[in-house]
């Protein structure tokens, strides 16, 4: 059995045709999305009716709760920019979306459990089980990683919500936690605060299993942005310079 892992879409509906041509080419049996999907990129519409053609199950995700409610229920350290730029990001987003697109993302889940071979289960979430706004990073602590999930019943547990692409062991019994990083915005967290650069491919991951046996792959699939640029540019997006100028181009 193979289970795609895919997160943190937010808003790239081109970005999300380039995993799922990889996966026609690497086949699945279920496609399970860790949420951030609408809110930040410059088709979030295409991404609605993208997912509804998958009908994958979908996590809810901060970014997701956070542009149906507008309540930021995180403690990221911001400024006043920021937040006038993602404020203004929200309004256009929600402008794109109908009634029933809306509809569509509150019944984003806070979890999902899959069924594994040989009686194993995988628990997907957002940020952790219990909030899609815990942040869990390759340097976490073990013990901070084990308060997040250690009393969790799970051979295999999967979060998005960094951007990150990492595996962790959770105990001393084998269980595993991992993060298949972001098909839609993709970057490096080591970059100079105001200079970041997105990357130009899209990030996921396959759990396989079979019988008593678990393998995990993560995959990084390039794309050509241009037509991402392109739609930023047509699109009326507030900011799309911005964001064009972060993927390289001008």
Same mark, same amino acid.
């Given at each position: 059995?193979?289970?795609?892992?895919?997160?943190?879409? #937010?808003?790239?509906?081109?970005?999300?045709?380039?995993?799922?041509?990889?996966?026609?080419? $690497?086949?699945?049996? *279920?496609?399970?999305?860790?949420?951030?999907?609408?809110?930040?990129?410059?088709?979030?519409?295409?991404?609605?009716? %993208?997912?509804?053609?998958? &009908?994958?199950?979908?996590?809810?995700?901060?970014?997701?709760?956070? @542009? +149906?409610?507008?309540?930021?229920?995180?403690?990221?350290?911001?400024?006043?920019?920021?937040?006038?730029?993602?404020?203004?990001?929200?309004?256009?987003?929600?402008?794109?979306?109908?009634?029933?697109?809306?509809?569509?993302?509150?019944?984003?889940?806070?979890?999902?459990?899959?069924? @594994?071979?040989?009686?194993?289960?995988?628990?997907?979430?957002?940020?952790?089980?219990?909030?899609?706004?815990?942040? /869990?990073?390759?340097?976490?602590?073990?013990?901070?990683?084990?308060?997040?999930?250690?009393? $969790?019943?799970?051979?295999? /547990?999967?979060?998005? $919500?960094?951007?990150?692409?990492?595996? %962790?062991?959770?105990?001393?019994?084998?269980?595993?936690?991992?993060?298949?990083?972001?098909?839609? @915005?993709?970057?490096? #967290?080591? *970059?100079?605060?105001?200079?970041?650069?997105?990357?130009?491919?899209?990030?996921?991951?396959?759990?396989?299993?079979?019988?008593?046996?678990?393998? +995990?792959?993560?995959?990084?699939?390039?794309?050509?942005?241009?037509?991402?640029?392109?739609?930023?540019?047509?699109?009326?997006?507030?900011?799309?310079?911005?964001?064009?100028?972060?993927? &390289?181009? %001008?």
């Amino acid at each position: 059995m193979r289970v795609a892992v895919i997160s943190d879409i #937010h808003g790239n509906r081109i970005a999300l045709d380039t995993v799922l041509d990889d996966l026609r080419t $690497h086949p699945a049996d *279920q496609i399970i999305c860790l949420g951030d999907a609408i809110q930040g990129g410059p088709q979030p519409a295409q991404v609605v009716r %993208r997912l509804q053609e998958l &009908g994958c199950p979908v996590v809810m995700g901060n970014a997701d709760a956070w @542009l +149906l409610s507008g309540v930021d229920t995180g403690n990221e350290i911001t400024n006043e920019e920021r937040e006038r730029t993602l404020k203004a990001v929200r309004d256009w987003s929600l402008v794109q979306l109908s009634p029933e697109d809306k509809a569509f993302i509150q019944e984003f889940r806070p979890t999902v459990e899959v069924e @594994l071979e040989a009686g194993r289960k995988l628990l997907c979430f957002h940020g952790s089980p219990d909030s899609f706004d815990d942040i /869990m990073l390759p340097d976490t602590s073990q013990e901070d990683l084990f308060k997040f999930l250690g009393r $969790h019943n799970a051979d295999a /547990m999967a979060g998005g $919500h960094t951007h990150v692409q990492y595996v %962790r062991r959770i105990g001393a019994d084998g269980r595993i936690f991992f993060n298949p990083g972001s098909v839609g @915005l993709a970057y490096s #967290h080591h *970059q100079p605060e105001g200079e970041e650069r997105m990357d130009p491919w899209a990030e996921y991951a396959v759990l396989t299993s079979e019988g008593s046996r678990l393998a +995990l792959e993560f995959r990084r699939v390039p794309y050509d942005v241009t037509p991402l640029l392109d739609t930023y540019r047509s699109s009326g997006r507030p900011y799309a310079d911005r964001a064009v100028t972060q993927y &390289g181009g %001008r």
